[in-house]
């Protein structure tokens, strides 16, 4: 038996664990959008070494505001000192100036991540307080714990029973700053009379968006959220605004589900189609980019530069197959796109690199930082993106500039790699090979 236990241990693992595909925790996806609401203090219950490491990040991106959280230690976990503590930390945050909601985020740890929502206050000092779970062990991406978060919100917060706003829709995704105002300036050519972007930073917008006559998830990874609206009768305007084809087609069926004139629909849907297709026109673009990432967005961003002129041999994403990413994904593999990897991990990013050729790649950074090492332009996918309009034709215009100008810098690595490569006689391999 002990021969049999010995040869099990060391046999070497064959495929990648796609339990969590290494990304950073789902749950800083939630605290940040959570932190970043006027009048949310976040109490997050949870070990020291996960508070540690999640109030640097929430610091780190900004949002200005400390977490309250209860300390808990292997003795408390132990002693079942959980729901006292969080109760502890909810009143704490409760006495904060200003406070409408308090979050309640509890994680892995077995204890913190069990927290009986019937033993914690539904109200403290007239804030609402809102448990919302995001252990990893359940949730694989942090894009996805920001779906957990705003479902969580929604639920509580929008008002959903009173009378439709019948021209008013909510974009749902967090973007871009300038893409809400730009998207909004479209629909309101078409006769949108509002637009409610979230997550956003104001309670009311949460409460207002259950009034909604449609919503838009401009991500695909929000799937909880658009099921929830879907309960409320709220009808989810699948795709988004992005290139020649997908942005006509949304206008379409966005005016359609509102009832919009469709004459003045469509002559709003043309006039963007033609701006599209202007940025198209103004630059040959020709070259292959691989589009790799956990932002859950990679392939939105893949099918913008496939109309762009770039070829997109390869995708990969760390959320999971789900009817709002397939129109991408079957758009894709209609226009050359050859391979599609959810859940992804570094080993099916790097199996990519051997079997395809490609000129750029945008990804993770350890990714990226193995296409640099055979002398591939490769940048960082969520800083580079994220820091650039992304819809209409007002993102293709950037994104296409974008890859142009990293097309360009090829020479310039294959150089650095050359002049390196006297000095190894093999390469570093990225996972240390």
Same mark, same amino acid.
């Given at each position: 038996?002990? @021969?049999?236990?010995?040869? %099990?241990?060391?046999?070497?693992?064959?495929?990648?664990?796609?339990?969590?595909?290494?990304?950073?925790?789902?749950?800083?996806?939630?605290?940040?959008?959570? %932190? $970043?609401?006027?009048?949310?203090?976040?109490?997050?219950?949870?070990?020291?070494?996960?508070?540690?490491?999640?109030?640097?990040?929430?610091?780190?991106?900004?949002?200005?505001?400390?977490? +309250?959280?209860?300390?808990?230690?292997?003795?408390?976990?132990?002693?079942?000192?959980?729901?006292?503590?969080?109760?502890?930390? +909810?009143? %704490?945050?409760?006495?904060?100036?200003?406070?409408?909601?308090? =979050?309640?985020?509890?994680?892995?740890?077995?204890?913190?991540?069990?927290?009986?929502?019937?033993?914690?206050?539904?109200?403290?000092?007239?804030?609402?307080?809102?448990?919302?779970?995001?252990?990893?062990?359940? +949730?694989?991406?942090?894009?996805?714990?920001?779906?957990?978060?705003?479902?969580?919100?929604?639920?509580?917060? *929008?008002?959903?029973?009173?009378?439709?706003?019948?021209?008013?829709?909510?974009?749902?995704?967090?973007?871009?700053?300038?893409?809400?105002?730009?998207?909004?300036?479209?629909?309101?050519?078409? *006769?949108?009379?509002?637009?409610?972007?979230?997550?956003?930073? /104001?309670?009311?917008?949460?409460?207002?968006?259950?009034?909604?006559?449609?919503?838009?998830?401009?991500? =695909?990874?929000?799937?909880?959220?658009?099921? &929830?609206?879907?309960?409320?009768?709220?009808?989810?305007?699948?795709?988004?605004?992005?290139?020649?084809?997908?942005?006509?087609?949304?206008?379409?069926?966005?005016?359609?589900?509102?009832?919009? @004139?469709? #004459?003045?629909? &469509?002559?709003?849907?043309?006039?963007?189609?033609?701006?599209?297709?202007?940025?198209?026109?103004?630059?040959? $673009?020709?070259?292959?980019?691989?589009?790799?990432?956990?932002?859950?967005?990679?392939?939105?961003?893949?099918?913008?530069?496939?109309?762009?002129?770039?070829?997109?041999?390869?995708?990969?994403?760390? +959320?999971? /197959?789900? =009817?709002?990413?397939?129109? @991408?994904?079957?758009?894709?593999?209609?226009?050359?796109?050859?391979?599609?990897?959810?859940?992804?991990?570094?080993? #099916? @990013?790097?199996?990519?690199?051997?079997?395809?050729?490609?000129?750029?790649?945008?990804? %993770?950074?350890?990714?990226?930082?193995?296409?640099?090492?055979?002398?591939?332009?490769?940048?960082?996918?969520?800083?580079?993106?994220?820091?650039?309009?992304?819809?209409?034709?007002?993102?293709? !215009? !950037?994104?296409?500039?974008?890859?142009?100008?990293?097309?360009?810098?090829?020479?310039?690595?294959?150089?650095?790699?050359?002049?390196?490569?006297?000095?190894?006689?093999?390469?570093?391999?990225?996972?240390?090979?």
């Amino acid at each position: 038996m002990a @021969d049999l236990i010995a040869l %099990t241990l060391t046999q070497p693992v064959q495929q990648p664990c796609k339990l969590h595909p290494q990304s950073m925790c789902p749950a800083f996806g939630a605290l940040r959008l959570l %932190t $970043r609401i006027e009048g949310s203090q976040v109490a997050m219950v949870t070990d020291q070494g996960c508070l540690y490491g999640l109030t640097f990040v929430t610091h780190f991106y900004g949002s200005r505001k400390s977490l +309250i959280a209860p300390s808990l230690g292997t003795a408390e976990l132990m002693d079942g000192k959980v729901v006292e503590g969080a109760r502890l930390a +909810i009143e %704490t945050a409760a006495r904060e100036p200003g406070v409408r909601i308090i =979050p309640v985020v509890s994680l892995c740890v077995a204890e913190t991540a069990g927290l009986p929502e019937e033993l914690l206050p539904r109200q403290a000092n007239g804030a609402e307080v809102i448990l919302v779970r995001v252990p990893a062990y359940a +949730i694989h991406s942090h894009p996805e714990a920001k779906d957990v978060a705003v479902q969580a919100l929604l639920q509580r917060l *929008g008002d959903h029973t009173g009378p439709r706003e019948p021209k008013t829709v909510v974009l749902l995704g967090e973007v871009f700053p300038a893409d809400p105002l730009a998207i909004e300036g479209l629909l309101r050519k078409m *006769g949108v009379e509002a637009t409610i972007a979230l997550p956003g930073r /104001n309670v009311e917008d949460f409460v207002r968006a259950g009034r909604a006559a449609a919503v838009a998830p401009l991500h =695909p990874f929000y799937k909880l959220t658009s099921n &929830l609206f879907r309960s409320w009768g709220t009808p989810v305007v699948g795709g988004a605004p992005v290139g020649v084809s997908g942005t006509f087609a949304w206008l379409r069926a966005l005016g359609n589900t509102l009832g919009l @004139d469709p #004459d003045l629909v &469509l002559e709003v849907a043309n006039e963007e189609r033609e701006r599209a297709q202007a940025v198209v026109r103004s630059q040959t $673009r020709t070259g292959n980019v691989f589009v790799t990432g956990y932002e859950g967005t990679e392939l939105a961003y893949a099918r913008v530069l496939v109309e762009a002129g770039f070829t997109v041999p390869y995708v990969s994403t760390s +959320i999971g /197959n789900d =009817p709002l990413v397939l129109p @991408d994904e079957m758009w894709l593999r209609a226009h050359g796109t050859q391979e599609i990897a959810y859940r992804k991990a570094l080993e #099916d @990013d790097l199996q990519a690199l051997d079997k395809y050729p490609v000129d750029f790649v945008l990804g %993770t950074t350890t990714f990226a930082a193995a296409a640099k090492e055979r002398g591939i332009p490769a940048l960082y996918f969520t800083n580079q993106l994220a820091s650039r309009p992304f819809f209409l034709s007002g993102g293709m !215009a !950037a994104i296409g500039a974008m890859v142009d100008q990293a097309l360009g810098t090829g020479a310039r690595y294959e150089a650095l790699r050359s002049y390196f490569n006297e000095f190894n006689e093999e390469p570093v391999n990225a996972l240390g090979g």
